[in-house]
């Protein structure tokens, strides 16, 4: 069974910096796509950003230039670091990948999400 557990979440002053990681367990035999995604109370789950396995990054407008992804393969970890941050930012953030497991099909899997609040 793969699962997704992210960390990292928290409290943090407007204009101030956070990561995040998540980290994919379990019979994994490839993991293509990895993102993160955010949702606000009221709000639909949005796209933060992506990274291909070749380490492609894409970002929606309104975290460019703010927040950077990564991945460690090796770990089959993910990143979001996250600078200049806004309260507009605040929301629970979930990590997502597409994974290939040991039944031998691409899955799209979800973690549990990480609170992120931006407030003073």
């Known amino acids: 069974q793969v699962q997704l557990v992210e960390s990292g979440g928290g409290l943090v002053q407007p204009g101030g910096s956070l990561r995040l990681s998540c980290a994919a367990s379990g019979r994994i035999l490839k993991i293509n796509a990895m993102a993160w995604y955010r949702q606000a109370p009221g709000n639909q789950r949005e796209l933060v950003g992506s990274i291909t396995s070749g380490g492609t990054t894409t970002y929606a407008d309104s975290v460019k230039g703010r927040f950077t992804i990564s991945r460690d393969n090796a770990k089959n970890t993910v990143y979001l670091e996250m600078f200049s941050m806004k309260p507009e930012d605040t929301a629970v953030y979930y990590c997502?990948?597409?994974?290939?497991?040991?039944?031998?099909?691409?899955?799209?899997?979800w973690g549990q999400g990480t609170q992120v609040t931006v407030s003073s």
């Open positions: 997502n990948a597409v994974i290939t497991s040991g039944s031998g099909s691409p899955w799209n899997y």
